[in-house]
């Protein structure tokens, strides 16, 4: 059974940086084909995917946070990490940590999420 556990401050002051690190347990992160990946739900508004790290090392970024988001992980430790710069109050949220698969079908990728973290509140306030 695969586990994940987000850890990291529920408060952080505006313009500085969030880090978040999730810690794997029951299975590796280096598994093929495998993405894990980091999401968040803002109070009363919807998941956001905000990017993602490979099996590989490889990373992925929402478009709309890429200039302010750098995922990472730590092998030896198998935890993945997330950073976010330049924080504002709009990215006060529940932050997730998930096991992503993708699947490649009739020129489309889909992709979906079996194990979750339990989710961590991130409050931007001075």
């Known amino acids: 059974q695969v586990q994940l556990q987000e850890s990291g401050p529920g408060l952080v002051k505006p313009s500085q940086t969030l880090s978040l690190t999730c810690t794997v347990s029951g299975g590796s992160i280096t598994t093929n084909y495998y993405y894990w990946s980091w999401i968040r739900q803002p109070p009363g508004k919807g998941l956001e995917w905000m990017g993602a790290i490979a099996y590989s090392g490889s990373t992925y970024y929402s478009p709309s946070l890429k200039s302010r988001t750098s995922i990472s992980r730590d092998t030896s430790k198998n935890q993945f990490t997330l950073q976010l710069s330049s924080v504002t109050p709009e990215d006060t949220a529940v932050y997730y940590c998930?096991?992503?698969?993708?699947?490649?079908?009739?020129?489309?990728?889909?992709?979906?999420?079996?194990?979750w973290g339990q989710g961590t509140q991130v409050t931007v306030s001075s």
């Open positions: 998930a096991r992503e698969e993708r699947a490649y079908y009739s020129g489309s990728y889909y992709y979906s999420y079996d194990y």
